[in-house]
């Protein structure tokens, strides 16, 4: 069997409801997207996301995520604090949930686009296997990272019901929430069929 | 152009799969899932959707989360996580939390609906089908639903020490409604809800159905 793609038959595939059309077609019949070989400037729009998303992360990460305010006392927590706390409480699956949803998956989500980027850039024909495994699973973990943004909410609403405890939200949680929207669409403008283009296909036997 | 379909991640050509019940297609070259497995159906989808409907009804009328603060006993519900941190002028950050937990979950169960009922029953679309089944798949990444159940139950491992806290008929109800969303949409198989919606097309225009 010879292995070539939608493209180099002549089609466009709708990335939406996966309907081939021929080469000329601008919008798909099926679902209405607007239709493009390849996802437009792809590689320039994940770089731009990524760059948003690096800057983020130093305010998500260094300024307090939320205040607690107690008899005119107030104390600022950051995220790494919170990991801290958690763990200090022997809440040890917990401490290791927020510790991965909020530190590491936000780097390795951005080193691994990095990677595809760069690798989609310059050198072509190595681990495309990999690298597509690697695309997916940042499509699948990006939105986990949302958590502590939602355990701020929670707790800013139930300590505002009463009690001597307040809880104010800090601007790190909106600082964290735009790590995760832009790594989000990072991933999103990143085209994984260009990981598999250039690869040298004709005649190649699978 | 019918007899052939393109992987979405890598764009090879491929032949449409033919398979029993409880056989998956995947990319030879890049692995990716093609179409799941057959017994994982559009009317499961369409039954998880429509039960995630009335729970999500539910879940909007009761208490979520109960604080008992010496003796006096306070309700949260639902929206007030998001309507708090409005409070607090975090406008954009209530606004997201809002459209992630609530609002998007719920559009996402009612397209369901809205698509798939006529679809199963009627053999039609409603009105511009094709366009609201491109934007449930374009947007279905943004629903985090599943997510701030796991975000509840870290703040009450957080806040067990400092306060008495129980949860309410609403947090059961959006447990079982983020149990159906999953279902429904790990239900919805994006190769043969394609595939059945450009049947229906082409039997509205009256071609000959293969």
Redesign the interface.
Known sequence: MLVKTALEAGYITCQTCGKLSAIDVVKCPLCYRNLAPRQLKSLQNTLAWLCTAILLYLPANFLPIMFTQQFSQYYSATIVGGVIDLWQQQAYFIAIVIFMASIVVPIIKIVILLWLVVSVKYYREHHQKQRSIMYRLTEIVGRWSMIDVFVVAILVALFQLGGVITIIPGPAALAFAGVVATTMFAAKSFDSRLIWDHVNTEGKQH | ?DD???C??????IAPPILNAKQSAYC?????LITAKSYNNLQYSLAFALSGLLLMLVANFFPF?I?D??G?I???NLW??????Y??E?H??AF??AV??IGLPFLLCFTLVYLLFPMIFLRKLWFSG??V??VF??VR??S?SE??L??????L???M???D?RVGISFWAYVLFVFCLSAALANLD??RF?HY??RI?NLQRGHHVS
């Open positions: 152009m052939k379909i393109a979405l991640e890598c764009d090879l050509l030879p070259r890049c692995h990716a989360l604080f603060s010496q006096q306070l309700n949260m007030q996580s998001a309507w708090t941190l409070q607090y975090e954009f950050l997201l939390t992630f937990i094709q366009t089944a491109r798949f374009e990444i943004w985090m997510v701030f796991l975000g509840v139950l870290v703040s491992t957080k806040i020490t400092m306060a806290v994006r190769y394609w919606t450009q097309i």
